[in-house]
T-cell receptor, first 115, second 114 residues
Framework: EAGVAQSPRYKIIEKRQSVAFWCNPISGHATLYWYQQILGQGPKLLIQFQNNGVVDDSQLPKDRFSAERLKGVDSTLKIQPAKLEDSAVYLC?????????????FGPGTRLTVT | QKEVEQDPGPLSVPEGAIVSLNCTYSNSAFQYFMWYRQYSRKGPELLMYTYSSGNKEDGRFTAQVDKSSKYISLFIRDSQPSDSATYLCAMSARVTGGGNKLTFGTGTQLKVEL
């Protein structure tokens, strides 16, 4: 079974530029998550989708971050404009359904450096 | 105060040692407790999952949850160099209407030396 795919793996941009990350979840997984992991910290949930609907985006900085999952499969996360403090690894995860008993499978992440 | 506290380490142990990793938490609503392992430049992978209080064993790994003390532990027996990684505790609460946000600790960096 293929895992969660993410691209690009690495991205370097200057502050105030925009950037987009792509995620392809495990086939059949209805729930998709985007996490931000700053160096030396645990992942922090940014947004959770159930199919193509948003379940939780309470920690997404909506003035600069946006995410979509138009057909209930792939998802993109965008930052516009980027700030220095956005430097982090952006992890995508998916689970079969929403609910604590369903394991979340993580992708390898996209490492973003903002200079 | 953070919802989940975890000593970042680093923790260095000799091969074959018993390793004890711990987290404390403040949110009484947490009912699901997990330990993830994260190798360098990889995403976290689930190691152990426990619902409510008690112990759970899986091979060399044992997870313990003490809800009365708001304290969880992961024990690794006969540690191997391949266990060298960052170990993240994670917790979630039952949420009516959907959503199962995981709240992670900062992770403990473990190195098992030959």
């Amino acid at each position: 079974e293929a895992g969660v795919a993410q691209s690009p793996r690495y991205k370097i941009i200057e502050k105030r530029q925009s950037v987009a990350f792509w995620c392809n979840p495990i086939s059949g997984h209805a729930t998709l998550y985007w996490y931000q992991q700053i160096l030396g910290q645990g992942p922090k949930l940014l947004i959770q989708f159930q199919n193509n609907g948003v379940v939780d985006d309470s920690q997404l900085p909506k003035d600069r971050f946006s995410a979509e999952r138009l057909k209930g499969v792939d998802s993109t996360l965008k930052i516009q404009p980027a700030k220095l403090e956005d430097s982090a690894v952006y992890l995508c995860a998916s689970s079969f359904r929403t609910g604590a008993r369903y394991e979340q499978y993580f992708g390898p992440g996209t490492r973003l450096t903002v200079t | 105060q953070k919802e989940v506290e975890q000593d970042p380490g680093p923790l260095s142990v000799p091969e074959g040692a018993i390793v004890s990793l711990n987290c404390t938490y403040s949110n009484s609503a947490f009912q699901y407790f997990m330990w993830y392992r994260q190798y360098s430049r990889k995403g976290p992978e689930l190691l152990m999952y426990t619902y409510s209080s008690g112990n759970k064993e899986d091979g060399r790994f044992t997870a313990q949850v003490d809800k009365s003390s708001k304290y969880i532990s992961l024990f690794i027996r006969d540690s191997q160099p391949s266990d060298s990684a960052t170990y993240l505790c994670a917790m979630s609460a039952r949420v009516t209407g959907g959503g199962n946000k995981l709240t992670f600790g900062t992770g403990t960096q473990l190195k098992v030396e030959l």
